[in-house]
């Protein structure tokens, strides 16, 4: 990716959040991270994008001080993993993509146990717990047993637990997949609140639109390797132009259309399957005049026409060869499946 | 909402060691929540509560008759010889447990805090204390039921139910052992046992040695439970302080002296 001057300019300052360098992980034969290198700077918001089994848990694994990397090294705010793990501890909070709470417990007494070995007081840890519960709405449920949680409740108390200490960095590993569209975009609500409170969040998704919607930089990672790294727009640039869609009033002058659009526009085009819209790369947007007025030329009746940037979907497509849904959907079902390959 | 601003990572204090008072505290912290899970799940105290009353009352009634004669005085012999039975299998949980807690979502994030390593496991220890405890209780309370009168009196019985809860705690270090470097919860279950099982029916906790063959009475005589049973005796039933109580308590020290190091080791590895 050529972001090379965005990197330069913030190196400078050295405020590096997470400095991850030649991570390498392997699980017998299968080098599950591959050389992974990361920067994340303080107080942003961090993406770590992938498909299922590209590596994303491992290596945020790796940065928590949960695994030791087989080579390659990792600073948390300067700090090293392994050899400050303790230190690296004092500032991060973690909330994997399994729940890592205790089932047979309730939430405040989960909350409360947290809080105790952080280093609060009986009374202190009860009014942090109770604070906590109020403020991802669990008080309800604060005195159920977590057997009886639904998905949602679970991973907003493992959200919860992971900020006791109010931590300057954040690894959330996948935090919604499963949530439903409401309580996802409480989810980004917190996360984005999180940010503006100071503290620097780094997670992963397999999903584009929340990628899109949060972070400020995007690593791409596919088989244990980054593939991509930068902004959203960046990687967005980085495919291509911007794509022209037309809708036709008349399908039966969709070949028509077509061929005037790769005559006037000089490039081959494409049909959308869904809605039989004619979407062609847009390269010179001057070009559009003319074939707006050879389309009314020729007596054709426009219904839609549009400008879109490419969608990152299109981004993963690009850089990998395969795409990210195709492989979101296997992730659903496997991480229904709790507790699939925890270390 | 409220808007607490976060410390930056530079402005905090940081250590990368962890003081011993800190240790402590995190280990108590963790036996509180020990205790928590058992009063959240009772049903884990089954084997605590139902050996000691099933065992007096079946071993009592099918052997006491052959044994001693009649019941009234088999129960001096066999009350001792249950509770150290009952209290030593009950120290096999420590090892299940914690291999199903390391399994457990939860134990990611006690590594991912700031914490004392060996906490996890220190507390675990600590809490089985209190099925020791239970267990005790329940089978003096089942033999004075059935008319146990123990002669050393009430003082002596304590220091005997306390020498118990110490030895099942030293020998819970085995098993915990087990329960670090084993990979299923079950397979600890089974290890355990295939342990346990020679050493407690191969004493003299449920007939005199002088009863058995000569090669069995050999291996009776060293076996440590055997001292340990025959120190419980000699406390409860004539209030006196011998030998075996020593060796009890020598054999107590080598195990942890031997096992705590190997499981500490093994645990920090594993974490
Ligand atoms: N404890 C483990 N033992 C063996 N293999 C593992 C272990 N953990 C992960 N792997 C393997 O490492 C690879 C990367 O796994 P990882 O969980 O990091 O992927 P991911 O990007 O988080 O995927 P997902 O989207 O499914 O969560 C996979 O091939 C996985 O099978
Ligand atoms: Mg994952």
């Known amino acids: 990716m050529s972001n090379n001057q965005g990197k330069k300019l913030l190196a400078v300052n050295g405020d590096w959040a997470v400095e991850a360098c030649g991570l390498v992980k392997s699980f017998g034969t299968n080098r599950a991270v591959d050389g992974v290198d990361l920067k994340v700077p303080t107080g942003s918001i961090y993406g770590v994008l992938g498909p299922n089994g590209a590596g994303k848990t491992t290596t945020i694994r790796m940065l928590a001080t949960l695994l030791r990397a087989d080579e390659g090294s990792a600073r948390i705010f300067g700090y090293d993993v392994v050899k400050e793990a303790q230190i690296v501890r004092q500032l991060i909070g973690v909330t994997g993509q399994y729940a890592s709470v205790d089932e047979s417990l309730s939430a405040t007494e989960n909350l409360v146990i947290f809080s105790q070995l952080l280093g609060l007081g009986r009374s202190a840890a009860k009014r942090k717990a109770a604070e906590l519960l109020e403020e991802f709405g669990l008080t309800e449920a604060a005195k159920r047993p977590l057997k009886n949680f639904s998905g949602g409740m679970r991973r907003r108390l493992d959200l919860a637990a992971s900020l006791i200490a109010q931590p300057p960095l954040i690894f959330l590993d996948e935090p919604t997949t499963g949530l439903d569209p409401r309580t996802r975009n409480q989810m980004w609500e917190t996360i984005r609140r999180l940010v503006k409170e100071g503290s620097t969040v780094l997670l992963t998704t397999q999903y584009l639109q929340e990628a899109d919607e949060l972070a400020d930089r995007i690593a791409v990672i596919d088989h244990g390797r980054v593939v991509a790294e930068g902004t959203v727009n960046e990687l967005k640039a980085s495919v291509g132009t911007s794509s022209l869609y037309l809708g036709i009033k008349n399908l039966q002058d969709l070949q028509a259309a077509r061929q005037i659009v790769e005559r006037v526009l000089n490039v081959g085009s494409s049909v959308s399957t869904e809605d039989g819209k004619i979407i062609a790369p847009m390269a010179d947007a001057d070009r559009v005049t003319d074939l707006l007025i050879a389309i009314r030329g020729a007596g054709i009746q426009l219904a839609e026409l549009s400008v879109q940037k490419p969608t990152l979907d299109e981004v993963f497509l690009t850089i990998t060869g395969h795409g990210v849904q195709e492989d979101a959907s296997k992730a659903s079902d496997k991480s229904q499946k709790e507790g699939v390959g925890r270390g | ?271």
Request: proline share 5%; glycine share 6%.
């Open chain 2, 1 to 271: 909402m409220k808007s607490t601003s976060n410390t930056p990572a530079t402005d905090r204090r940081l250590r990368n060691k962890m003081s011993f008072s800190q240790t402590v505290s995190n280990s108590l912290t963790m036996a509180y929540r020990g205790l928590l899970k058992i009063r959240r799940t009772p049903e884990q105290l089954f084997d605590v509560t139902l050996q000691p009353i099933i065992f007096t009352l079946m071993f009592t009634y099918i052997f006491g008759g052959a044994i001693s004669g009649n019941v009234q005085s088999y129960l001096p012999v066999i009350i001792p010889g249950i509770l150290v039975q009952t209290v030593i299998t009950t120290s096999i949980v420590t090892g299940v447990q914690l291999r199903e807690d390391m399994d457990k979502g939860v134990f990611d994030r006690f590594k991912s805090l700031p914490i004392a390593r060996i906490a996890p496991l220190s507390g675990a220890l600590l809490a089985d204390t209190i099925r020791y405890t239970i267990a005790t209780v329940l089978t003096f309370t089942m033999g004075y039921i059935m008319g146990y009168r123990p002669d050393g009196g009430l003082g002596h019985v304590a220091i005997a139910a306390l020498l118990v809860i110490v030895c099942a705690w030293s020998i819970s270090w085995i098993f915990a052992f087990f329960g670090v470097i084993a990979r299923t919860a079950s397979s600890v279950q089974g290890i355990s046992m295939i342990v346990l099982f020679p050493l407690t029916f191969l004493s003299n906790a449920f007939v005199p040695a002088e009863t058995l063959p000569k090669l069995l009475q050999w291996f009776v005589k060293i076996n440590p439970i055997s001292h340990l049973v025959t120190a419980v005796r000699d406390l409860s039933n004539s209030g006196t302080i011998g030998w075996d109580l020593t060796i009890s308590l020598i054999g107590a020290a080598v195990i942890v002296a031997i096992f705590a190091p190997l499981t500490v080791r093994a645990y920090m590895r594993r974490t």
